[in-house]
């Protein structure tokens, strides 16, 4: 469990404030990017951040993908760096919305994509949005996984949950990230994640405000333009994160979104708005955490100024800690100097250090080594029971949407098969796994398609669709930096929907549409008689959709979206085990 700031706390936080000089807490709001991989301390890679820790005095690390043990020795490495002489320890965050998994796996050795192991992968948080009974003890179960898995490998903070209200279809980066349209589920849901990460000593962020659930566009390419009024927001956007700040969250990130509607023509994106920050966020809202910017890389705010300029905005708007700055030097001088030409105040800055200086001691670092055990990792990361918890979490958020002809299971044995697997060309593992537990039942032909597929390949796959006694298609898109858009390209729609059109109306051929990944692709394949959601292409989100289809578990997850114009937030149908 988080620790409370008691006395002990208190006084570590105002000693260490006291000693700080004003470059080292300048550095201190500092948050660089750094992979997660094996590192040796005589590299470049680690020169490089020990010049962050030792030189420019960064207050934390955001850790990216790595392995378990490898995560564990960068993170003690730059523990030791930052605590030598009495050095304050460092605050270290990584991305793990829906799981270690997220940053600690998907590694694979190639060409035989053979998986190199790492941290539990639970379904995208959707998922759990579409389970039917108890959904908040499900997240919060996971979320203390989480936690206990993160702490091991040296990891304080989780930037999760999202509590994005995903309510666009055409979202090309929240999509199945966010738990679903309605505001006050995602909340609930939520609120349940930082209850379980922080019971179980995790602090948590939650992201993205003001609310990226509403947007066309990805921030890491461009600049959101959101036209809704306050009004609006207050409806729909704001009152999962006041259910966030009302649960403890520690953190809350900034969305490098510009809203026009609230803040004009000119708006700058919310993440250099100190009217979201500070006036909304602060003064409205009552938090009183830390306030992370999104990426300073990403361009919703890299292409608005030079990498010194927009960390400056960002602390004038409010933000305490600058997270993955394009430049840590350029930026760490640049708010030095605006501090010295008084743009900023000495006690901005303090007001910032001494709240991530409470952050730190809530997480225990005041009183204990921040370095961890190396020898603990294979006994925490990635056990038998969290893997458990993921597949029981896959098979409950499995849905079926839509099964105009009872297709579903595939009760034949040893059926043909043709499983078409439609994928971006790098996601190697896509369909791996569903194919191979397929094949426990059925005879089945494995055929990947991408966006590059020739008229010659599609001609074969109409021929052996038609040699099948029963067809799947399971797309693969889904929520992913800097891609902009995950839907299937026009001609392969077009092919889907012209073979699930064929075959005798009176006796028609099983045919079956499964989505892992974007549910909302169900508008692109309207001719669809059966319409099945995994919400995820990992492994555990595969063999639960393929126990759905082989009738080995029970189908019970319910919509937490609409797919317009076809099914509303709720739908969804049950089909019990058939062995």
């Not at 609930?188 to 566009?217: I, M, N």
Request: hydrophobic share 45%; aromatic share 6%; charged share 20%.
């Amino acid at each position: 469990m988080l620790r409370p700031l008691d006395d002990t706390a208190r006084a570590w936080v105002a000693a260490t404030l006291d000693r700080l000089t004003l470059p080292e807490r300048v550095g201190h709001l500092l948050m660089p990017w750094v992979l997660g991989g094996y590192t040796a301390r005589d590299s470049k890679a680690f020169d490089r951040v020990a010049q962050w820790v030792e030189e420019d005095s960064v207050g934390g690390l955001l850790v990216s993908v790595g392995t378990p043990h490898s995560y564990a020795a960068l993170t003690n490495a730059a523990q030791e760096r930052a605590t030598q002489n009495g050095g304050v320890p460092l605050l270290v965050a990584s991305d793990m919305e829906n799981g270690t998994g997220m940053r600690i796996a998907r590694s694979y050795a190639l060409p035989y994509v053979l998986p190199l192991g790492g941290g539990t992968l639970f379904p995208p948080m959707m998922g759990f949005g579409a389970v039917r009974d108890n959904p908040e003890a499900l997240v919060q179960e996971m979320a203390a996984a989480l936690a206990g898995e993160a702490l091991a490998v040296g990891v304080h903070m989780t930037f999760g949950p999202v509590a994005d209200v995903n309510v666009n279809p055409a979202n090309p980066i929240i999509s199945t990230r966010a738990f679903g349209e309605d505001p006050e589920a995602v909340g609930r849901l939520a609120a349940a994640y930082v209850r379980g990460a922080r019971q179980a000593g995790l602090l948590t962020c939650g992201k993205h405000y003001p609310g990226h659930g509403d947007t066309a566009e990805d921030t890491h390419l461009e600049t959101p333009v959101i036209t809704h009024s306050m009004d609006r927001l207050e409806a729909v956007e704001l009152p999962p994160f006041q259910q966030v700040i009302d649960a403890g969250v520690d953190g809350i990130m900034t969305a490098h979104i510009a809203v026009t509607g609230v803040e004009g023509a000119d708006a700058p994106p919310a993440t250099l708005s100190r009217f979201f920050l500070t006036e909304v966020l602060r003064e409205r809202m009552g938090f009183t955490g830390l306030v992370f910017t999104d990426a300073l890389n990403m361009g919703g705010a890299a292409k608005a100024y030079p990498p010194g300029e927009v960390g400056v905005r960002a602390v004038e708007a409010g933000a305490d800690v600058l997270t993955f700055p394009l430049n840590v030097r350029a930026t760490r001088n640049a708010v030095l100097a605006a501090v010295a030409s008084r743009r900023l105040t000495e006690e901005r800055i303090e007001a910032s250090v001494q709240r991530i200086l409470e952050a730190k001691a809530r997480a225990g670092l005041h009183v204990r080594d921040a370095c961890v055990s190396l020898d603990a990792v294979d006994r925490i990361v990635a056990t038998r029971a969290h893997h458990a918890l993921a597949g029981k979490a896959a098979s409950r958020a499995v849905t079926l949407v839509r099964d105009e002809h009872g297709t579903v299971p595939l009760l034949a044995e040893r059926q043909r098969v043709l499983s078409v697997t439609y994928a971006d060309a790098e996601d190697l593992p896509a369909g791996n796994a569903f194919d191979a537990d397929l094949a426990k039942r059925h005879a089945v032909t494995s055929v990947r398609m991408d966006a590059r597929a020739s008229a010659d390949e599609f001609a074969a796959l109409r021929q052996q669709a038609a040699d099948a006694d029963a067809v799947v298609v399971a797309i693969y898109l889904s929520p992913r930096n800097f891609k902009g858009s995950v839907g299937a390209n026009d001609r392969f729609t077009a092919f889907v929907n012209e073979l699930a059109g064929e075959g005798d109306s009176a006796r028609p051929k099983p045919f079956v549409v499964v989505s892992c990944g974007n549910p909302y692709l169900l508008g692109a394949f309207p001719a669809a008689p059966a319409y099945l959601l995994a919400w995820g292409g990992d492994v555990v989100c595969q063999k639960a959709a393929a126990r759905a289809l082989l009738g080995t578990a029970a189908i019970t997850g319910r919509l937490p979206i609409s797919l317009p114009p076809f099914h509303q937030r709720g739908d969804g149908l049950d089909r019990e085990v058939r062995q």
